[in-house]
């Protein structure tokens, strides 16, 4: 009997140790994370939904809640105010609050959007054909919508007066409403998302008229997973881990973009499957497979870039200073460039 006391209490020490061994990162087990998006339970976020449902961040020892948002700088304030650790926001809105906001110290830590999907929209019935020709005329737009946000810098890429464009504030929900009720001549929003919004309205693709910004010269880094400057002090290998299961994420979306909208929908069981499938492949296709990203992978930034950007931003919202790349911006937690590659 002794004899096999031995052997039993052997065998549990060996199946203990195993399991230490094998557990994933268990040095920062068990940390929470709340997390919050930029906006709704939508395709293009899909890869932290199906992190969190197929178990990838917590073989990484996090314990991931995922909230749905109110747009990118309700993030930044959101993961500012220390309500949630970590977010997916515009890391233009994160420059412009660091800026009004000195010593918040929240940072971006991974880049999703490598090219921007800020643009305007109209419908061709308007004869809105240029930048010019939107002086004069009534722009709607959430308050809060990024491309909103930064249309001061578009207006002085393209020379325009800003001042002498209308603004019309309402509901997200009414956007793509008003502007085909003709309440307002254009509208500004994700590429992914007004475009298929309008569609969804009945608004045939060939009378949509559209302005990326990227296409007036702004080389704007779009969104990316930001964290608070406590939690980057306190819990650096928390954000690695996530940032590893996040990249995951991604490859898994990509891999298999219709379960990914399947895991989307436990979420949001009333979206439409169809429109955030094609809403998913069109982020991926415009904004993240970027010819840097297919060469580089995912998540890391060019500092001459996002230099060039920040000034930018700086002229367009008058900031009283231009912040550095450092003062946004860390990579200290993405893995090496071979383990986020997201293409063969």
Known sequence: MFKFKILRSAALAAVLSLAVTQAPNSAWAEVDIKFTLDWKFQGPTAAFLVAADKGFYAEEGLDVSIDSGNGSAGAVTRVAGGAYQMGFADINALVDFNAQNPGQSVKAVMMAYDAPPFSLFTLKKNNIKTAEDLVGRKLGAPVFDASYKLFPAFAHETGIDEAAVER??????????????????????????????????????????????????????????????????????????????????????????????TIVAKSDPLIDKGLELERLQLALDVNVLTDHVKANGIGDVDEARLRSSIAQLAIAYGLTSTPEPADVWTSAFLPVAQDRMLTP
């Open 168 to 261: 019309v504030n309402m509901d997200p929900a009414l956007r793509e409403t008003m502007l085909v009720q003709g309440q307002v001549d254009f509208i500004s929003g994700h590429y992914f998302s007004s475009m298929l919004d309008l569609k969804s309205k009945g608004v045939a693709e060939e009378d949509i008229q559209f302005f990326l910004y990227a296409d007036f010269g702004m080389d704007f880094y779009g969104n990316a997973v930001i964290a608070s400057g406590d939690f980057i002090k306190e819990n650096p290998e928390a954000i690695a881990g996530f940032i590893r299961a996040t990249v995951r994420g991604w490859k898994d979306i990509i891999a298999d973009p219709e379960g990914a909208i």
